[in-house]
Structure formats: C-alpha cells, structure tokens
C-alpha cells in the first residue's frame, strides 16, 4: 500500500481555480492508478477523476468534464487535480486514492485524509 497526501484545497470564488496535489510515499506509486473523489455535506463520497499508471488513460464524470484535469508526475510520486471553472456545487472534501490495478481495476485501496474545496457563489 502507498500512503497519501492531499494538499491544495481552499476556499474560492465561483469560476476560480485550483489545483490539488497528492503525495504518495513508497517506491510503487507508478504501478498504481489513481483517482480523486470527492464527498459534499450530507452526500455520499462520490468519484471524480482517475489516471492509470502511465497517465495514458484518464476518465471524468460528467459534471467535471473540460473543467477538470487529472494528470501525474511519476519522478515525484504525484498527482494532481487540476480544477477550473469552479462551481457552488463543487463543493466538497476531496481524497485522493491508489488503486493497485495499474490500468484501473476500480479498487481503491488506499485513501489520504482529504482536503477542503469551498467554492463562493
């Protein structure tokens, strides 16, 4: 298993930006496929974004898609999730999580402690 580290959350205006960092220890991040997702007040933890090991492969929901982009940096063992055009309702605690399926099995294994994203109507 790898342990995770968010960083990068903060309160923003609505159609701002940020950029979320997730540092992962251990000598196999780039086995690993990894993903972001998010849990809002009163919701349930729901999926956001993932790459596989390479970065060849990235996949979005909808409600984020040619907002958000995921992407990786293997030499620093992070990613990151860039987010633009940043709506109310992306508001949210965000996680980072390591699936051991480098070409994504679904099974996220590990998960970092989260960061806040508070977007300001």
């Known amino acids: 298993q790898v342990q995770l580290v968010e960083s990068g959350g903060g309160l923003v205006q609505a159609g701002g930006s940020l950029r979320l960092s997730c540092a992962a220890s251990g000598r196999t991040f780039s086995m690993y496929t990894m993903g972001w997702f998010r849990q809002a007040p009163g919701k349930e933890r729901e999926f956001v974004a993932r790459i596989t090991w390479s970065g060849s492969s990235t996949y979005y929901i909808d409600s984020v898609k040619g907002r958000f982009t995921i992407s990786r940096d293997n030499a620093k063992n992070t990613v990151y999730l860039q987010m633009n055009s940043l709506k109310p309702e992306d508001t949210a605690v965000y996680y980072c999580?390591?699936?051991?399926?480098?070409?994504?099995?679904?099974?996220?294994?590990?998960w970092g402690q989260g960061t806040q994203v508070t977007v300001s109507s």
């Open positions: 999580a390591a699936d051991p399926d480098g070409l994504g099995s679904g099974f996220f294994s590990s």
